[in-house]
């Protein structure tokens, strides 16, 4: 296994893939480089891939933690961003980026050079990729927790129970079913070299693994972590 040891102070991410470390906190990363909301690193070989999400690109730092180039700029044209909120990489070395305010998903070689993009109709709360070019988009609110997207925006299976309020933190709280019916499902995804999905839930304690085929291998609950729609998770396996 690969780990990227990395602590945010938000949400810390232990799984069996080269990434992962999210914050949405300003956070001081690499040496003499701050960088705002919604920060990732991603790292394919020796190149690590660090989202700044809202100075909208993604910067490029060596094994050494010196810079050595960016993808992207504020705009609309592609290879441009506006708020990208996440990004992944495949097995093949392509880098993906959610780009959240253009509502869509661009996708670039190793090189950083444009390659296309998926538009997107809602919302996304997760978002992973595997070595298939198959695209992984957390949306609850078509009522399965993933569903799976080729390149071209043809949607190929879905899979996965979106969780309830109640169902994460007992029958108490109920009445906010409805009102949390998205919220509470909104997740982190990654996937390993079997290509099995893990997911990780922001607002409850609970981990999932599911087969590529979207078969659920198991559910666990994090014990002894004090959650109420905003915890702080390490996801193990």
Not at 159 to 167: D, K, L, N, R
Not at 212 to 221: A, M, Q
Request: with cysteine; hydrophobic share 35%; charged share 20%.
């Amino acid at each position: 296994m690969k780990f990227l040891h990395f602590i945010t102070g938000c949400i810390l991410f232990y799984l069996p893939t080269p990434n992962i470390a999210q914050t949405t906190q300003p956070v001081e990363i690499f040496q003499d480089f701050t960088f705002g909301t919604y920060t990732k690193i991603v790292r394919l070989e020796d190149i690590y891939f660090v989202l700044d999400g809202s100075n909208h690109r993604i910067i490029l730092f060596d094994f050494e933690q010196r810079a050595i180039g960016n993808i992207g700029r504020s705009g609309q044209e592609p290879g441009a961003f506006h708020w990208p909120i996440d990004i992944a990489v495949d097995q093949i070395g392509s880098l993906y980026v959610l780009d959240s305010g253009n509502k869509r998903i661009q996708w670039f070689d190793k090189n950083g050079q444009y390659q296309g993009f998926l538009p997107l109709n809602s919302t996304v709360r997760g978002f992973a990729v595997n070595s298939k070019d198959e695209i992984f988009l957390g949306q609850p609110h078509d009522g399965k927790l993933i569903s799976v997207y080729n390149k071209k925006g043809d949607i190929l299976r879905q899979f996965g129970e979106p969780i309830t309020a109640s169902t994460a933190y007992g029958e108490e709280y109920t009445d906010y079913d409805d009102w949390y019916n998205i919220a509470i499902n909104r997740i982190e995804m990654d996937i390993d070299e079997q290509e099995n999905i893990y997911v990780a839930f922001y607002h409850a304690p609970i981990i999932r693994k599911y087969t590529s085929s979207g078969e659920l291998v198991y559910e666990k609950r994090i014990d002894g972590i004090k959650a109420h729609f905003h915890i702080i998770l390490t996801v193990s396996s």
